[in-house]
């Protein structure tokens, strides 16, 4: 999706140029500058203009910034501003795809068109976003569907096909973004087939790489940036080469995303799946040249026993943690066997259809992982831990099992992606220092000796906001915890009027939390709508709770940050726990010896800092704007009882602060 040029607009684009003004950063910042006169609402904010002048600059020295905005500086016009008039060719990588959409749809234009400023923008995604001519029609012709829905959500998107010109499935809002049938309609990179496919000249994905080849700027997401740098599959690979500014915007997600992607993992549903492709594509086009059902029952059944190897329904393991004795190995050199016999089979039919031939390749290629898996496993036995670079690991779900290699430290890997072409390198967001300190973040990504600033937020905290810390709190770790959670905020989330975030670090405290709110309120006839994650999707649930006006919602990690809740819909947010990473975490526990055998600590170098900068996304839900005011609640004991606490609630917003409930409802009552 690419954007056209605004009217009037000059005929080339404004260079990348050796030096940056900061005169001229003043001048659109300032009281009657472009911004003021074509932003409405727009009020000049010295943090704001002092952030544009630092990226400005660094993008004119092809430099690294790394650069923290407290919420309501406007990171985003700070460097939409510098990037738009002196970046040349830029990538702009956001945290989400809605803050894609955002940037994409409403953020560009509005400083493009303030500035009348001459470049082109186009919209990247991953392939999983957009129709496929081929598999929409192979979906409507063998009717794979399993449920009503299915049916009712084909015929929507057969309509939106004839209509789209982009594919991006999220124009299509009549269609749950987590519809099953989105599987069946878009394909992955397992399933393309790429240059062979008749739709190859129509193809939306095509169509997208070619508009962001030829834009300005272009608008990605984290997910996409380091799937392209893993693989060098998704388009990416040709934009970076020409590119002189990068700017990741939510920067604090990037050690985790990046983590994902530069680790390898396998599942046990991909194996499933890839028999029901092998056997519907048999049966289609090679029916007489194999007896299909039983040339995947092998597979399929290996599969299966290679989940059952774990009877948990939920469970992580590092490889050093499964016996010797468990069936899990002789299960994997089974499976292994059998995608060995499979691919014997499809290398036989494979010519009778190019869908054949694919699925032949994505064998091969998953036996491939499957075996560097087990050699990785026979390398880890033997060398030492100082000498680990990956950490193995399963993780068990109810119905799949995923076999992980995860790299130890990801800081070497990017620090080798950051080499070659000099580059502006721009990482901005809300929550990269502990206490002004950005060690922790430029540890995880290579960026040593990297300039780090950070811009504190205009909002007036000791006016706006109440920290509150409950008397007589359990410890964390406690069965009743949850109860004891709710028995604490019932008075509250009344005298608040509803109008409450509940941010949970665990879905089980979500399911309890749910349930006891219920109750009470159907009990003392409280009037505040519940909404619960996973009842609805995180975007309509939000929707319904703006416009409740008195609603109480319920949610996990996915509400504690990238939520924009302004004004009088959200007065109270409280957290349960302090969000300390799960301790069966393989990962987690592999990096935390790797870091004790350095002599450091891993709670107070890792865990802690970790903790905090989610802690600081969550808390920064409550105030959202100059007019906002509300209560944070924090309910963990351990901000107080722990030496720690000091250090945690000393990075939070500067609020005032009580562990009187009393002054909560003054507070509440004092609210205009």
């Known amino acids: 999706m690419t954007e056209e040029l605004p009217d009037g607009a000059l005929a080339t684009v404004a260079p990348l140029v050796p030096g940056v003004h900061n005169a001229d950063v003043e001048r659109l910042f300032g009281e009657g500058g472009a911004l003021s006169q074509a932003v409405r609402g727009f009020r000049s904010r010295h943090a704001q203009t002092e952030m544009a002048k630092a990226i400005g600059n660094a993008i004119a020295g092809q430099e690294t910034l790394i650069a923290e905005a407290g919420t309501g500086t406007g990171k985003t016009f700070a460097?939409?501003?510098?990037?738009?008039?002196?970046?040349?060719?830029?990538?702009?990588?956001?945290?989400?795809?809605?803050?894609?959409?955002?940037?994409?749809?409403?953020?560009?234009?509005?400083?493009?068109?303030?500035?009348?400023?001459?470049?082109?923008?186009?919209?990247?995604?991953?392939?999983?976003?957009?129709?496929?001519?081929?598999?929409?029609?192979?979906?409507?012709?063998?009717?794979?569907?399993?449920?009503?829905?299915?049916?009712?959500?084909?015929?929507?998107?057969?309509?939106?096909?004839k209509t789209t010109t982009t594919g991006d499935k999220s124009e299509l809002s009549r269609v749950p973004e987590n519809a099953m049938i989105w599987?069946?309609?878009?394909?992955?990179?397992?399933?393309?087939?790429?240059?062979?496919?008749?739709?190859?000249?129509?193809?939306?994905?095509?169509?997208?790489?070619?508009?962001?080849?030829?834009?300005?700027?272009?608008?990605?997401?984290?997910?996409?940036?380091?799937?392209?740098?893993?693989?060098?599959?998704?388009?990416?690979?040709?934009?970076?080469?020409?590119?002189?500014?990068?700017?990741?915007?939510?920067?604090?997600?990037l050690p985790d995303t990046a983590t994902l992607f530069f680790g390898e993992t396998i599942s046990t549903s991909q194996i499933i799946e890839l028999c029901r492709d092998v056997q519907a594509e048999g049966l289609s086009h090679a029916r007489d040249g194999a007896d299909w059902a039983r040339v995947v029952a092998p597979v399929d059944r290996a599969a299966r026993d290679l989940r059952l190897a774990f009877p948990q329904d939920v469970m992580r393991l590092a490889v050093s943690q499964i016996a010797p004795s468990s069936a899990f190995f002789p299960a994997l050199l089974t499976l292994q066997t059998e995608l060995q016999s499979m691919v014997a089979v499809l290398e036989k039919q494979a010519e009778r259809a190019e869908t054949i031939e694919l699925c032949r390749v994505r064998t091969i290629e998953l036996g491939n992982q499957l075996s560097a898996w087990l050699v990785a496993t026979d390398a880890a036995a033997t060398v030492t831990d100082t000498d680990q670079e990956n950490v193995l690991w399963v993780e068990a779900f109810s119905s799949s099992l995923q076999l992980h290699q995860t790299p130890l430290s990801i800081a070497p890997i990017f620090s080798k992606q950051r080499e070659g072409s000099p580059r502006a390198w721009i990482f901005t967001s809300a929550t990269l220092a502990v206490k002004n300190d950005f060690h922790h973040f430029t540890d995880q990504m290579g960026l040593a000796d990297v300039v780090a600033r950070s811009w504190p937020s205009?909002?007036?905290?000791?006016?706006?906001?109440?920290?509150?810390?409950?008397?007589?709190?359990?410890?964390?770790?406690?069965?009743?915890?949850?109860?004891?959670?709710?028995?604490?905020?019932?008075?509250?989330?009344?005298?608040?009027?509803?109008?409450?975030?509940?941010?949970?670090?665990?879905?089980?405290?979500?399911?309890?939390?749910?349930?006891?709110?219920?109750?009470?309120?159907?009990?003392?006839?409280?009037?505040?709508?519940?909404?619960?994650?996973?009842?609805?999707?995180?975007?309509?649930?939000?929707?319904?709770?703006?416009?409740?006006?008195?609603?109480?919602?319920?949610?996990?990690?996915?509400?504690?940050e990238g939520v924009d809740v302004r004004g009088d819909a959200l007065s109270l947010v409280i957290i349960d726990k302090l969000p300390f990473s799960p301790p069966d975490d393989p990962v987690l526990a592999a990096r935390i010896a790797a870091l004790e055998r350095k002599g450091r600590n891993g709670f107070i170098h890792h865990q802690l800092p970790e903790a905090i900068i989610n802690l600081k996304q969550g808390a920064g839900r409550l105030i959202r704007?100059?007019?906002?005011?509300?209560?944070?609640?924090?309910?963990?004991?351990?901000?107080?009882?722990?030496?720690?606490?000091?250090?945690?609630?000393?990075?939070?917003?500067?609020?005032?602060?009580?562990?009187?409930?009393?002054?909560?409802?003054?507070?509440?009552?004092a609210t205009p």
């Open 625 to 669: 704007d100059e007019s906002d005011r509300g209560v944070l609640m924090l309910c963990d004991p351990r901000l107080l009882s722990k030496p720690y606490g000091k250090r945690i609630w000393q990075s939070l917003p500067a609020f005032k602060r009580t562990r009187e409930r009393d002054a909560v409802l003054a507070f509440f009552s």
């Open 458 to 560: 205009p909002f007036d905290y000791e006016q706006q906001g109440l920290l509150y810390v409950p008397h007589n709190m359990p410890q964390p770790n406690s069965s009743e915890y949850t109860d004891a959670v709710i028995d604490a905020a019932l008075p509250v989330i009344e005298a608040a009027g509803g109008r409450t975030f509940l941010l949970c670090t665990t879905l089980r405290a979500v399911s309890r939390a749910a349930e006891r709110l219920r109750d009470e309120f159907a009990r003392r006839n409280l009037p505040f709508p519940l909404m619960v994650q996973g009842e609805a999707g995180r975007n309509e649930l939000l929707d319904r709770f703006r416009a409740a006006g008195n609603a109480v919602l319920i949610g996990s990690q996915s509400f504690w």
């Open 79 to 161: 460097y939409l501003v510098p990037a738009l008039l002196w970046g040349g060719k830029v990538i702009i990588s956001t945290g989400t795809k809605n803050l894609q959409d955002q940037l994409f749809s409403r953020d560009i234009p509005t400083v493009r068109k303030a500035l009348n400023a001459p470049v082109s923008v186009a919209l990247l995604k991953g392939r999983s976003n957009y129709l496929c001519h081929f598999h929409l029609e192979r979906t409507q012709q063998n009717g794979r569907m399993t449920s009503r829905d299915d049916i009712g959500n084909l015929r929507e998107i057969s309509r939106f096909m």
């Open 183 to 253: 599987n069946l309609v878009t394909s992955t990179r397992d399933t393309c087939m790429g240059a062979e496919c008749q739709y190859y000249q129509d193809c939306f994905v095509m169509k997208a790489r070619k508009e962001a080849q030829q834009a300005d700027v272009v608008v990605v997401n984290h997910h996409l940036f380091f799937a392209d740098v893993a693989l060098k599959e998704t388009g990416m690979a040709e934009l970076l080469p020409s590119a002189n500014t990068i700017i990741f915007d939510e920067a604090h997600q």
